[in-house]
């Protein structure tokens, strides 16, 4: 049950009801009521502005309004106080009996608590990676890869139908400069002196195995030859053995794509030619000549026939640029044409997931996905921002197989993939983000993966020595959900039980904003509490959660650990880690 949803839908009921028998208008728009936690714990358990947002349509004052709700609200049977806070709030006050039974819907839902119907089985296509198939993946890769792979499990967790996509850029000047630096190892790998890198070309020691395998499968088939001949082959080659590369590194940190889209199977199936030819028919192409760039000083600037897109049509700062002045396509071209592929599959909803150095990209494809939809889709695209690998505070130094940046692989070598799962989510994926080798394997609080593990092996601990004090007790959730729970009467047990019902309402909005951060945050939180309240029975042997020769209040406890383990566990499944039992 999402509690806040809940007593949403009960407010409406009530205005309902009075809109029925006449005390208040038919018909209101009941949008914008909502039910949350208010801004401060002692002022309640739940608030809603319904008063407020609903008297002006009414013709009431927002205080008369809230007199009315209240009256109704508390002849509610779970509600045990209902009061007006400021000019029309409603502050409500649950019984302690309605939080226990939401402890049972923990306990019975198991790691399914959370699950919502959110999407209503709506597909969404998710974008997320999509490196340029010219090397192995680098951290800032990892983050954009986490955050896309925790956003489609966590719109699953929402019902949402998920299609996980990587584009493959392996079109353009990129993957022939791929090609040239393959070739040259290549070259290196039958006995030629190839000197220094050029410059320009890819320096990582990664492409010597490629170099190695075009020459083992190749033989000297391409030596001496002019680059006409070989460009294209060896271009082939070195993209399957990037993607391969690429693959196995995703697959290191746990992430699975269900499709691989290649930009250039689509440019060769004529797939720009025709989202061109459909936007042309709605006369939203043309020729022109854009001002010059802001920065620019008119000497800087050689104004020339473009063709252009209408982007401004649809919120765009500027026409854009469909044709490079050589009559090539522009990348944004290719990029209308495969949002116009993914919207005739069947999505309207699209979630691209890009690096930080994108943002300029934002404003012109939701124009584009807006014109070729006419309307009827969405795109929402998140920026990842930067992420600085640290050691002890300190930059950490380039890797020589890459050449240029720590590749993501030496990364999950060195921590694991579940730390860096969990440390990508953090922060907001629009902040920069430190990642400390030091710090993420610290084992204090500091570390939120520790603290978070730790929550959960600490309960299972606790559950180990309740099996060992009390044989005869059936700890499966589901016996532990129908024993004592009235005896849950600490006022921190219960709000560690408020704190568990919190989950639902946040997986939905973590959903429907697209922010699987959110979780990291709750977690941590739910964390904390967790060990606030271990670390009270250290003070006070009464508060311990087992308590020889009270099997009911011990069992009691044991459901509350239960119940709290489970959740951590079921944010831990969305975030792909695995919830620890034991921590050594």
């Avoid at 199936?269 to 010059?292: C, D, M, Q, R």
């Avoid at 180990?464 to 849950?488: I, K």
Wanted: net charge negative.
């Amino acid at each position: 049950m999402n509690v806040f949803k809940y007593f949403r839908n009960e407010v409406t009921k009530i205005v309902e009801e009075l809109a029925a028998a006449g005390t208040l208008p038919a018909g209101l728009d009941l949008s914008r009521v909502a039910a949350e936690p208010p801004r401060e714990a002692a002022h309640g358990d739940i608030s809603t502005n319904a008063a407020m947002v609903l008297a002006k349509p009414a013709g009431v004052k927002p205080r008369d309004l809230a007199l009315l709700l209240v009256e109704r609200l508390k002849a509610h049977p779970e509600v045990t106080a209902a009061d007006i806070a400021g000019p029309g709030f409603i502050n409500l006050r649950l019984a302690d009996r309605f939080w226990r039974a939401r402890l049972v819907d923990v306990l019975t839902a198991g790691l399914g608590y959370g699950d919502s119907e959110l999407g209503q089985g709506r597909a969404v296509n998710v974008e997320y990676v999509s490196a340029n198939p010219t090397g192995p993946l680098h951290v800032g890769h990892g983050r954009g890869a986490v955050f896309g792979d925790v956003l489609a499990a966590l719109l699953e967790k929402a019902g949402y139908k998920v299609a996980r996509e990587y584009y493959i850029n392996d079109a353009g000047a990129q993957v022939d400069v791929l090609a040239r630096s393959t070739h040259l190892r290549y070259r290196e790998a039958l006995g030629e002196t190839i000197g220094v890198i050029p410059e320009g070309f890819y320096p990582g020691d990664y492409l010597k195995e490629v170099g190695a395998a075009l020459a083992a499968r190749d033989g000297v088939r391409w030596q001496g030859r002019p680059e006409s001949e070989w460009l294209a082959p060896v271009r082939d080659f070195a993209i399957d053995a990037m993607m391969v590369l690429i693959r196995a590194d995703l697959e290191a940190l746990g992430v699975r794509h269900a499709v691989f889209s290649s930009e250039r199977a689509m440019i060769a199936a004529g797939g720009v030619e025709a989202v061109l030819s459909f936007l042309e028919g709605k006369g939203l192409i043309y020729v022109g000549t854009l001002e010059p760039p802001k920065g620019k000083t008119p000497e800087d600037w050689e104004p020339r026939p473009q063709t252009l897109f209408r982007a401004t049509d649809f919120g765009d700062d500027v026409d854009r640029p469909l044709k490079k002045s050589d009559g090539s396509w522009t990348y944004f071209a290719g990029d209308i044409a495969y949002h116009f592929d993914k919207y005739r599959r069947g999505f309207n909803a699209m979630i691209d997931v890009l690096g930080a150095d994108h943002f300029g990209y934002i404003k012109r494809m939701q124009a584009a996905v807006k014109a070729l939809s006419e309307g009827k889709a969405e795109l929402d695209v998140k920026i990842c921002q930067l992420v600085n690998l640290l050691d002890r505070g300190e930059p950490v130094k380039m890797s020589k197989r890459s050449g240029t940046f720590i590749t993501l692989r030496e990364v999950i070598d060195r921590v694991g993939k579940d730390v860096v799962r969990f440390i990508m989510l953090t922060r907001r994926n629009d902040q920069s983000l430190d990642f400390d080798f030091a710090k993420v394997q610290e084992k204090t609080r500091d570390n939120p993966v520790f603290y978070v593990q730790y929550a959960h092996a600490r309960a299972h601990s606790v559950l180990r020595h309740g099996r060992e004090a009390f044989p005869n007790l059936d700890q499966t959730p589901a016996a532990l959900a129908r024993g004592p729970l009235d005896r849950l009467s600490d006022p921190a047990e219960l709000a560690l039980i408020r704190s568990l019902a919190a989950w639902p309402r946040t997986v939905e909005g973590a959903a429907e904003a697209h922010e699987p951060h959110r979780l990291a945050f709750y977690l941590y939180e739910l964390a904390a509490e967790f060990h606030a309240l271990w670390n009270r029975g250290n003070e006070d042997a009464t508060l311990r959660f087992l308590i020889p020769g009270d099997a009911d209040l011990s069992a009691a406890r044991l459901a509350l650990l239960s119940g709290m383990a489970g959740v951590i566990a079921s944010g831990l499944k969305v975030f792909g880690v695995e919830p620890l039992e034991e921590m050594r």
